[in-house]
């Protein structure tokens, strides 16, 4: 039986990539800062057959602990600051987690576990404005438009300098947007399918967007976490893009999500100058060419099958 460390376990992508291991027979331990309030919606199914550990990635010495506790074959770091428009408000705090964070959980695998297997959760947001290439792959020069996007770039570069300074087998997957009923509703898929279910039960009558021309290539949640995994089962370690190779605007979002309950989007939706961010992203859609033929990857959920499933989970939630 394999053992594997998940940080981040709580949010979305640890949750699916929870279900993904127990589901293959690993012994499966996450990750989980101390909080006065503790949030196990989204692993709650899973609570009986997976271990939680108390760690933070702003305490070299906790995750020195928790290496040495756990002995894992793999390490997932999905922990992060991930709301990009707090990275604003936060920049600091946002370089401490998303940047120093992963340099402190190297560093513990460097001196407890060199053995390990570690992935490490890269983001689109690091290719930023105006890629010199589209669809941006993995030799695309970044470009951040946003604090959480920088830090992510120094993550990126740092377990790349540890593969190749210390022979640590790290991979980097460079994710592009996926979403999932799991999704937090501060991210604009999920904010749209909650809010066009809230109207639907007669609970809102109004949904304020920022720009509705802003695209991305989105994808699941649960083919995404596929990718991880496997990334880590080759014979060598190395860097991919995840992407579906679509780009859609986040009107085409909207539309989709309001035609699925029968409601006209222009009637609702306003769009609000306050909620555009301070330096935009108008356009970001990968290339997984090197994802399909090394690790045999492929997405499987459509765009207008994921905001639809979206939209019926949030409807169910209220009592649709």
């Known amino acids: 039986m394999k ?3 998940i940080t981040g376990v709580t949010g979305q992508d640890g949750s699916y990539l929870a279900d993904l291991l127990v589901e293959k027979g690993y012994r499966v331990v996450g990750m989980v800062r101390r909080a006065s309030t503790e949030n196990f919606e989204r692993i709650a199914h899973l609570r009986d057959r997976m271990e939680l550990r108390q760690a ?3 305490d070299q010495l906790s995750l020195i602990e928790i290496v040495r506790a756990v002995a894992p074959d793999e390490i997932y770091n999905l922990a992060a600051m991930s709301f990009v428009p707090t990275s604003w408000a936060q920049p600091v705090l946002t370089a401490e987690f998303d940047a120093v964070g992963v340099t402190r959980l190297l560093e513990a695998v460097r001196l407890v576990a060199p053995q390990v297997r570690f992935y490490q959760a890269s983001s689109s947001e690091m290719f930023g404005a105006q890629a010199v290439e589209s669809p941006q792959r993995e030799s695309t020069p970044f470009y951040p438009r946003s604090p959480y996007g920088v830090a992510k770039v120094y993550a990126h570069h740092i377990t790349v300098n540890y ?6 087998f790290a991979c980097s997957g460079i994710l592009f947007n996926h979403e999932s009923p799991r999704r937090g509703r501060e991210f604009v898929t999920r904010k749209v399918t909650d809010g066009v279910a809230r109207i639907a039960a007669g609970l809102a009558n109004e949904l304020r967007l920022g720009n509705l021309e802003a695209k991305r290539d989105w994808g699941f949640a649960g083919d995404y976490v596929e990718a991880m995994w496997l990334m880590l089962q080759q014979p060598g370690p190395d860097d991919y893009v995840v992407a579906t190779g679509e780009s859609h605007a986040v009107r085409e979002l909207v539309e989709i ?10 009637q609702h939706v306003v769009e609000d100058p306050a909620l555009t961010r301070p330096a935009e992203v108008d356009l970001l859609i ?3 060419a090197k994802a ?5 990857w492929q997405p499987k959920v459509g765009f207008a099958a994921l905001v639809e499933m979206m939209v019926d989970a949030d409807r169910t939630r209220y009592g649709g």
């Open 3 to 5: 053992t594997a460390l």
């Open 56 to 58: 933070d990635l702003l």
């Open 163 to 168: 593969r190749e300074s210390y022979g640590i």
């Open 257 to 266: 999500a309001f035609r699925r309950l029968g409601r006209d989007w222009k």
């Open 286 to 288: 990968g290339d997984a």
């Open 292 to 296: 399909r033929r090394v690790l045999g």
